[in-house]
């Protein structure tokens, strides 16, 4: 029998300091749904003018 070791990961942590931590939760709280209803408006306003 042939022994074959098993690879392991290096990185199998994400570790990110507490500001890019909040600037990642305020953007996928407010800044991606902000920008998602206001193209919808965008769109919806365009449409409504034809």
């Known amino acids: 029998m042939v022994a074959i ?3 392991k990961a290096p990185d ?3 570790l990110l ?3 890019a931590v ?8 407010l800044i ?4 998602l209803i206001i193209s919808g408006l965008l769109i919806w306003r365009k ?3 034809r």
């Open 47 to 49: 449409r409504k003018r």
């Open 22 to 29: 909040a600037v990642m939760g305020f953007g996928f709280l």
């Open 12 to 14: 199998k942590e994400l």
């Open 32 to 35: 991606i749904p902000a920008v």
């Open 5 to 7: 070791p098993i690879k």
């Open 17 to 19: 300091p507490p500001v």
